[in-house]
């Protein structure tokens, strides 16, 4: 007789795509189960959800800590989380225990850059609020300075982090007639010349810059990178946009910078927390453009990142090769 091949489980943390979801049902190895919600899972449902598993799908919003992996136990042989960062994962008790890591960087970078560029130019050229006085009743007649703002045209551009993401919108941005392309982070980059980028101390990129971008990961240098001394370097005219993580960023700082014209404007695609709650101080600036995390938001794009987490994590319960693993 023969005897049934025993299952893996398998926690998927949230509805996803259902691209994704045919990969795993597929699969006839595993035992998939869901947190059958668009809302994430709370930490107790996480930490029971996770038992036993032999493989986690994850969100950028779920915490995986030592607590997450002791809950679920020696099985765990693979995490694939749904997005390109993973600051959401403690990565050295990851790696400790032999767990295999996927991403999906590569397949969101054209979808980031756009609304990267997308948010740029909204917050330089005032768009919320210019829609917000045709709606009100502002908009009186044409006037010479009203809702005035800075453009792209001879300007100089610093991005913070010129990776897959930054380099996309150095891309985009330069056929906008810019006319110096900066660049920050650890080490100089050889794809940097097709965009004639200077890679310059970020101290020289703060001060110079007409628009700075932040595209850079999540690490403990990052964080809190742009704060009080990092604003004051900046132009008073300058815009500061952030599509890479909220903690980057020193919110408190920012506020003092945008509310007492130290710097100009500022596009937020990524906050802390996430949600920012509604009656948060920066909501209420009119030079502020805070948006929900979408940068990723297409909905080939997600279909895309989902069929990609699904592989990651069927290679890794395989013991195959994973089409996007985080080598670390
Ligand atoms: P990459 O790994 O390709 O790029 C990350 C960049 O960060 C690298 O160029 C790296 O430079 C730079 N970096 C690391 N440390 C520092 C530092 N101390 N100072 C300056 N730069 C630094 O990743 P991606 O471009 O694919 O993604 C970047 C980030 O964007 C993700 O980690 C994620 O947080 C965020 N993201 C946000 C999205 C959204 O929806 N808003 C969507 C997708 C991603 P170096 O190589 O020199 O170290
Ligand atoms: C990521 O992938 O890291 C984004 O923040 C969401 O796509």
Not at 102 to 118: H, K, N, Q, S
Not at 135 to 142: L, R
């Amino acid at each position: 007789m023969q005897t049934a091949a025993k299952l893996m489980k398998v926690f998927v943390t949230r509805r996803i795509p259902q691209e994704g979801m045919k990969i795993l049902s597929a699969a006839a190895e595993c035992e998939v189960s869901l947190w059958d919600s668009d809302e994430p899972v709370s930490r107790a449902e996480l930490l029971k959800g996770v038992q036993g598993a032999h493989g986690l799908l994850c969100l950028l919003s779920d915490k995986i800590d030592a607590e997450v992996l002791d809950a679920a136990g020696p099985n765990l042989k693979v995490i694939s989380t749904l997005s390109v960062g993973f600051d959401h994962m403690a990565i050295d008790e990851i790696k400790k225990r032999g767990i295999r890591v996927g991403y999906t960087p590569d397949v969101l970078t054209d979808a980031t850059a756009e609304l990267t560029v997308a948010l740029l130019l909204a917050t330089a050229r005032r768009l919320p609020e210019g829609v917000e006085e045709v709606k009100n009743g502002g908009w009186s007649s044409w006037k010479p300075l009203w809702l005035c703002g800075y453009g792209l045209s001879g300007s100089t551009v610093g991005i913070i982090g010129l990776g897959r993401i930054g380099m996309a919108i150095a891309q985009r941005l330069m056929p906008f007639g810019v006319k110096r392309l900066l660049y920050s982070g650890r080490t100089a980059k050889a794809h940097a010349a097709e965009v004639n980028g200077e890679f310059v101390p970020l101290d020289t990129l703060v001060s110079e810059s007409d628009f700075i971008v932040v595209s850079c990961s999540l690490t403990p240098e990052t964080q809190g990178l742009c704060d009080k001394a990092f604003f004051s370097k900046m132009k008073n005219t300058a815009v500061f946009i952030n599509s890479s993580r909220g903690a980057v960023v020193n919110q408190e700082d920012l506020y003092e910078a945008l509310s007492g014209g130290q710097i100009a404007a500022a596009g937020l695609d990524v906050t802390t927390p996430e949600p920012l709650p509604t009656n948060h101080p920066l909501l209420k600036l009119k030079n502020c453009v805070v948006l929900p995390h979408i940068g990723s938001a297409t909905y080939s794009t997600r279909g895309v990142m989902s069929a990609l987490a699904a592989r990651n994590l069927l290679g890794g319960l395989r013991g195959t090769e994973m089409p996007s693993e985080l080598n670390f």
